[in-house]
């Protein structure tokens, strides 16, 4: 038994579908390499999938609309991921074509919007900065605050106050983080 199977033509349907994935801004942007956990209410209805880019740290969710008509509310719940700032959005809805849509909010790690039924809605949320230690989306003084409560051991660790690496929040990374916040750069 063989089989054969051809590039779609790039006009159809199924080669955008493709292209959500692989080039969905023509400057051949992705989905992540690294699947991560995702889940809707029905995958009759609405399929979800996830996953992280190594280049950027970006958390990459896809959403599939599989209803026939009407619009289908979307929430997508972010666990074990610090976003910063606005997920990007592209959506591939039956008008057959990639759209580039205003930004949504990510608010208390969660984002909301309406997707039109048949639709594909690529949403790509930036990570936030490792000089984050609160994770708030913002890098200043109550991060520093928060990194001397835990290395005073007034405060447990959230992983996220190690800025050096070395397997240890201390006064070390307290130091970087001042400088960040007097207007350095934080470690990448």
Known sequence: ????WTTPDASTPVYKAIRMYRNYDGAKSTFGETSV???????????VFASTRAY???????????????????????EHFAASGAARVY????SNAITRLADVTVSGGTLS??????????????????????????????DVQRLVN???G????????????????DVVDLQMLV??????????
Request: aromatic share 2%; glycine share 8%; hydrophobic share 40%.
């Open 113 to 142: 919007t309406v997707a039109p039924s048949p639709s594909v809605t690529l949403f790509i949320v930036p990570p936030a900065s490792r000089c984050d230690c609160n994770r708030d989306g913002a890098v200043n003084v109550l």
């Open 150 to 152: 835990v290395v005073l």
């Open 179 to 188: 400088n960040v916040v007097l207007g350095g750069t934080c470690p990448e």
């Open 37 to 47: 956990s995702a889940a809707g209410p029905n995958p009759d209805d609405v399929s």
């Open 91 to 94: 959506q591939l809805s039956a």
């Open 56 to 78: 950027d740290g970006a958390l990459t969710v896809m959403v599939i609309s599989k209803y026939t008509g009407g619009n289908t509310p979307v929430t997508v719940n972010l």
């Open 1 to 4: 038994m063989a089989a054969r």
């Open 154 to 169: 007034v405060s447990p660790p959230l992983g996220t106050e190690d800025l050096n690496r070395d397997g240890r929040a």
